[in-house]
C-alpha cells in the first residue's frame, strides 16, 4: 500500500524531531517542522545544515542532493503552519498530559481522515493518546525512531487498540520510503525496545551501586562480553538519565512489577542533576571532552 504523503509535518524541533524532519527530506519528501521555540528551530536548521554538508563531504549524498533537501524542510513557529500536511509525527517532552493535550489540538485541526496523526513516544501509550481524540483515533499510530535518527535504520510501529489496519500498512510504506526498517509491536509499556532495553539499564546501576564493578567495567565487559557497540552506562548518558528514569516508571507503573521500580542510585543522579551528556556529567564526566 502508498503512504500517500507529500507533505509532513513534525512537531518539536529538538533531536528526535530534527533528525526526523532530515530523513523525510532526504526521501524526497517535503518536511514543515515546527517549534513554538524560535531557537529551537534555529539550532535544528543550523544543525540540519551541518550534517547535510557532512554528508556531502562523507560521498553519502551529492551537493545537489544535499541543497534539494535543505529546500524541501520548511522551520514553523505556528501549529497552523502545518495546515496541508497530510501525516504529523509528534517528537515533544515524554509527558502524557502534554501529549494528549497537543493530540486533542492536532485532531480538532486535521479533521480529513486521510491525515494520520503519529507519535514517536518511547513508552506511552497509543491506545490513550488516541482515545483523546475521539473520532481521529483510528488514525492514530506509534512512529518510535531511534536516536540518531540518520543512522540507525529501526522504527517500532505501535498500533493501538482503535488503530486501523490501513493507518498500520501505510505507516509501514512511509517507514520504508525514509529508508528504515519498520517492525510492528503491539501497544504495551515500553513496547519492546524499551521493555527489554531499560531493566538491562537499570541492572547496569544496580551492579554499580551494589559494588559489583565500576562503570568502566561493567560497560566494557558488556561491550566485549556481549558485543555492545556501547556499554549500558554509557548509553543511559547518551539516552538522558532523566528519560530512562521515566521510562521505568511507566513500566513500573503500567506492569506493576518491582523489577521495573527505577534504581535508587539512577534517582539519585537525576535528583542532582546529572542527567548525562546533555549536562556534561551523568555516569561519566564530559566537561572536558
Known sequence: MSHGVTRLGVIGAGQMGGGITQVTAVSGI???????????????????????????????LTREQADAALGRITYAGSLDDLVGCDWLIEAIVEDLAVKRDLFVSLAGLFTDERVVLASNTSSISITALAAATGAAAPRVIGMHFFNPVPVMKLVEVIKGIQTSDEVVARTVSLAEAMGKTPLKANDRAGFVSNRVLMPLINEAFRAWMEGVAEPESIDGIMQLGCNHPMGPLRLADFIGLDTCEHIMNVLHTELGEERFAPCPLLRQLVAAGRLGNKTGRGVYDYSKT
Open 30 to 60: 517535503d518536511a514543515v517542522v515546527f517549534d513554538a521555540s524560535t531557537a529551537a528551530l534555529d539550532r535544528c536548521k543550523g544543525l540540519h545544515t551541518k550534517l547535510l554538508n557532512r554528508a556531502v563531504e562523507k560521498d553519502r
